[in-house]
Nanobody
């Protein structure tokens, strides 16, 4: 069974940084594209970033481009989200997710992602 476990969330002041990790217990992790989403209280889940199976291609929501960096280490079955210059509006639960094996699509549609982690809370204080 696919299991994705996020970690690294916490409380940080505006302007600070956090690095989220997503550990995957998936056979053949390196064949799957991975993504990060977030959900603020009272809002719908929002796409943050995705990365291709090889790690060579990435895709971001425009508002987070330049502040957030997605990466992966296939040897460790782990996907990362480096978040810099954090703002209070970045507060929310952050989820990692994977797509079925296949081409990397530059779209943030949640329907493309078939397995999800439980999420990690990020709180940015002003």
């Amino acid at each position: 069974q696919v299991q994705l476990v996020e970690s690294g969330g916490g409380l940080v002041q505006a302007g600070g940084s956090l690095r989220l990790s997503c550990a995957a217990s998936i056979p053949f992790f390196s064949i799957y594209n991975m993504g990060w989403f977030r959900q603020a209280p009272g809002k719908e889940r929002e796409f943050v970033a995705s990365i291709s199976s090889s790690g060579k291609s990435t895709f971001y929501t425009d508002s987070m481009k330049g502040r957030f960096t997605i990466s992966r280490d296939n040897a460790k079955n782990t996907t990362y989200l480096q978040m810099d210059s954090l703002k209070p509006e970045d507060t929310g639960v952050y989820y990692c997710a994977r797509t079925p094996s296949g081409p990397f699509l530059r779209t943030g549609s949640p329907s493309l992602f078939t397995s999800w982690g439980q999420g990690t809370q990020v709180t940015v204080s002003s």
